[in-house]
């Protein structure tokens, strides 16, 4: 097996483990662990980096082989399979990117809310009937 299928080979097993720890970081998000989502992001993080210097043996391996070994069809089949694990990855990204975007557009609609319900409960009238958000009974102090 040459140089540059091994290092293709390898770097399916980082993509997967990748493709793993995306479907993990959305359960985690849609169950709001922050805890274990940090430790996972640090692990992402590791697995990133680690599919970065993969790319870099990639590289160096292909530019070392020859012409024909490029261009053969198994290599030719297994970048085509790398594309494909890319493209999961990136797909499955955006679907994580999405889920937090929701999730704090529903954070901050519950900020709104329990804002509102304070400016409610803090309504006063005045003595000709019209309302007035504040304190009432001002300068009494317990």
């Known amino acids: 097996m040459s140089e540059l299928i091994k290092a293709i ?23 709001r662990d922050a805890e274990a989502l940090i430790n996972l992001l640090k692990n992402k993080e590791n ?9 870099d043996v990639i590289s160096a391996a292909f530019e070392a082989s020859s012409e024909t070994d490029r261009t053969s069809e198994e290599v030719v089949a297994l970048f085509d399979r790398a594309k ?16 937090v975007e929701q999730g704090q557009l529903r954070l901050e609609h519950l900020r709104t809310l329990l804002l509102e319900s304070r400016a409610k409960e803090s309504m006063t009238y005045d003595k000709s009937g019209k309302a007035q958000g504040g304190r009432s009974g001002r300068g009494i102090s317990a």
């Open 47 to 55: 697995l990133l980096t680690t599919v970065q210097q993969q790319d």
């Open 84 to 99: 494909q694990l890319v493209s999961e990855c990136q797909y499955r990204t955006k679907i994580n990117q999405t889920a």
């Open 9 to 31: 080979t390898t770097q399916f097993d980082h993509l997967e483990d990748l493709i793993q720890a995306l479907d993990s970081e959305l359960h985690l998000i849609s169950s």
